[in-house]
């Protein structure tokens, strides 16, 4: 069960505490493009039963469009690096408020437009222990300059200070294959630890049961296996620093066309 909360006075978002006592690690869940749906509370839910603290803070507080509209997808949100570092910095300072978090345990998620944010906040904060992608972060655009965001993700990726799990899908259609091997290619080149994996026949967006198009039931299963398994390990202190574990795994055709790939529903 998410409880509505409000951050700092002035960022709404939904927190959920896992039944039993001791401290729990915490997950900030981050929401999609949309702001915060019914997608971004299920998966929260799901960091909850896995036995997380989980916090879900809305990043377009400063926002003052058409919220219906967003939350439709017919508009747009643009997000500022600062500010989200000011954000998600403030959400941090409420999770020290709550007793049940053990603040040495913290990891990051994040979904479509919010992928870059874990990877932001694993390369300019030294709070995180985790950052989870779910295919994010390595648009075509992220790979350039851009005011709001002066930082390049390669520089991001270069600069993380904790392991990464990324998801993707061979057909989503904003996300070539070829970023995602440039990305390993970074990682690794920087002696960073990551897992990530291409998942067959999944669309951009994969895990979202409430896109009847998009869902892939399998694919999604597996994936939030590879994601709690990934960050128990990170939770347990099993990936050492001074060592750099690889896993990248993709199943994809041979006759792959990033130009054929379609939006899905």
Same mark, same amino acid.
């Given at each position: 069960m998410l409880t509505p909360i409000k951050i700092d006075n002035r960022i709404n978002g939904f927190l959920g505490k896992p039944a039993g006592a001791g401290?729990?690690?915490?997950v900030i869940h981050l929401h999609e493009r949309y702001g915060?749906?019914?997608?971004?509370? $299920?998966?929260?839910?799901?960091?909850?039963?896995?036995? /997380?603290?989980?916090?879900?803070p809305d990043l377009f507080s400063r926002f003052t469009g058409d919220r219906a509209a967003l939350a439709a997808g017919e508009g747009r949100c643009d997000l500022d690096d600062q500010e989200v570092l000011g954000d998600i910095d403030a959400v941090i300072a409420y999770l020290r408020?709550?007793? *049940?978090? $053990?603040m040495a345990r913290i990891a990051i998620s994040g979904v479509c437009q919010t992928g870059r944010q874990p990877i932001l906040m694993a390369a300019k904060r030294d709070y995180i222990c985790a950052a989870v992608m779910l295919y994010?972060?390595?648009? $075509?655009?992220? +790979?350039?300059? !851009?005011?709001? #965001?002066? @930082?390049p993700? @390669?520089? &991001?990726f270069e600069q993380m200070s904790c392991p990464m799990v990324g998801i993707?899908?061979? &057909? @989503?259609?904003?996300?070539?294959? @070829?970023?995602?091997?440039?990305? =390993?290619? =970074?990682?690794?080149?920087?002696r960073k630890s990551f897992d990530v994996r291409v998942y067959p026949d999944a669309p951009h967006g994969f895990l979202n049961d409430t896109m009847p198009g998009r869902f892939r039931s399998a694919q999604a299963e597996t994936a939030w296996n590879q994601i709690t398994s990934f960050l128990q390990a990170a939770f347990e202190g099993k990936f050492n620093? *001074?060592?750099? =574990? +690889? #896993?990248?795994?993709? $199943?994809?055709?041979?006759? /792959? !066309?990033?130009?054929?790939?379609?939006? +899905?529903?």
């Open positions: 401290k729990r690690p915490a915060i749906v019914q997608h971004t509370t $299920d998966l929260a839910e799901k960091f909850v039963e896995a036995g /997380y603290v989980t916090i879900a408020t709550l007793p *049940e978090v $053990d994010g972060a390595i648009y $075509d655009a992220e +790979w350039k300059h !851009d005011p709001r #965001r002066p @930082d993700i @390669d520089n &991001l993707f899908g061979e &057909l @989503d259609n904003l996300i070539p294959m @070829d970023n995602i091997v440039r990305m =390993v290619g =970074v990682l690794a080149k920087a620093k *001074e060592r750099a =574990v +690889w #896993r990248f795994e993709s $199943d994809s055709s041979v006759n /792959y !066309d990033f130009t054929k790939m379609k939006r +899905w529903e």
